[in-house]
């Protein structure tokens, strides 16, 4: 937890993107509380609200738990003193790792945000070419995820995220004796987006979307990599932090 007192930027008011000046808003200066996730914290925070002054439920507000953590009420969770945040509603990208992820901007459209069902994973990487670089990168850590529960042949997930990458992506070859192993083993549009991000892998590409590229794919798994980007990104519309 960071205090917006502390090493949270100081406390910095975080500005909206401002498109006539292209700058970027500084980083978010003040505690992020999750309910779940921080529950004697949150006990107090029970407390002081229950001592601040007489609540009552007309305006639907609520300051529990249950409503706190409920995805039809959250938003009016502890009005007046925690803030909903739309955690995965933001655009994290490290332009450098990535030819593709150049064009990348903060208008561009999350198509997951606010959660997506495997299903609607799916369709989706498998129609990647209608989607933005940046949300292309997200469905090759998605893809990858899914090589592995979808293809014929179940195979271990390697211990390391870039393994994961690299056999996932793997590109066949031609000739007398191709390859039937690799990315061709979902098929050739998942081989199309593995190609789209890097030669001969691009196992580096997934921390840059995620905008941490010092996250390392050699020494991470990769469910610890795509739970990292779920949570940044909110993938599975269950983030409730304040």
Known sequence: ????????VLGLTVQPHND???VAPADFGAMRLD???HPLVFSQILKMY??????GDEDGSCCNKDCCTARETWRQCCP?????????NVRFIDVGESEPLSSSRLSDENPFFRGATEATYTDEILNWKEHKPWVKCLLLGLGTREFYKKTK???EVPKFANKAIDYACKQPTGGVSPTTEGCIEWGERWCELCKEFGDPVPNRVLPACMGYADEDPTSESLDELIGWMTEILDLNGESRVF
Request: no cysteine.
């Open 50 to 55: 229950s001592g601040l002054a007489k609540h």
């Open 35 to 37: 309910a779940k996730a």
């Open 80 to 88: 007046g003193m925690l803030v909903p945040m739309d955690i995965g």
């Open 20 to 22: 006539v000046v292209g």
């Open 153 to 155: 042949i179940k195979r």
């Open 1 to 8: 937890l960071q205090s917006s007192y502390g090493a949270g």
